[in-house]
């Protein structure tokens, strides 16, 4: 009786963990993506309860289907035509219209999407604001600077899915001359203090690898002495090893040689003058050269 109701109780948590996985509720404000072991299957937009193959077979994520802001944390400096600084507030709205495609370019990130998408309209922005004069950016023709960034946004961001909706510059403000000074000091001061350290961990770099080349050359160099003395050594032993074979058998022919070598060492400079008797043993094999 108990295994029953223990077997009872096993089915009905099946059943219900089944059908439970089975069903799931699509809101107004989401588009549900219906994945098939990790795979793209179908996009659900319809909102309500909807039917799916119990995990882990198939599976859901949902993307927010509604105009989403993706608005600047700081005022960003831009230079204008003048080359004077304003400080303007990036607002912009943007939706998802291709889910399969969003969430293929960007896994469905949606911070990341909003970091892209501020990125590219500073850009944007930029480009046009550099173009035109302080007072054409506060006036009427702001609209027309917003129209031209959305069009380049939209050209560049429909490969990944999402359309932009609308672009606005929520705060403009024009920097003081004193002000601006003031901030192109602090960058300046910061960079340099960001160069002076890399130039800081380059000469040390440099130190440590001219001490390894410095210590690698020591040791090649020693170590190509050491191999010349001994292939000297090996040469100047065969060599004396031919001499004495040869002088052993010809005596003579050793006095001879050893004359030409005292005659080349004495006469290495054509201005060389010595004073000698010609009957001396000196010439002895140079006179017998001449009467021969």
Known sequence: MMSRLFSLVILSTVVFWLL????????QRQYAVLLTF???????????????????IQSTTF????????????????????????????????????????????????????????????ASLRREISNRTVKEIVSGKRGVISDLVIVRLKEKLKNIGINIVDLHLSQVNYVEQEANSS?????????????????????KDLERIRANADKKCVLILAEAHRDAKKIRGEGDAAASEVYAKTFRHNLEFYKFYRSMEVYRATFKNHRDLIIIDPNSDFFKYSGSLKSR
């Open 20 to 27: 439970f996985s089975s069903i799931f509720l699509v809101d």
């Open 183 to 203: 901030f192109y000091e602090c960058i300046k001061s910061d960079r340099s203090n960001i160069t002076n350290e890399l130039r800081a961990v380059g000469h």
């Open 63 to 122: 993307l927010d289907n509604r105009i989403l802001n993706a608005d600047s944390i700081n005022l960003d400096h831009f230079i204008t035509l003048e080359n004077k600084d304003i400080l303007v507030n990036v607002s912009v709205k943007w939706q998802i219209n291709d889910p399969n495609l969003y969430l293929v370019r960007s896994s469905g990130n949606k911070e990341i999407t909003q970091n892209k998408i501020l990125e590219l309209a500073k």
């Open 38 to 56: 990790g795979e793209i299957k179908n996009i659900i937009k319809r909102p309500g309860l909807h039917l799916k193959l119990p995990f882990p």
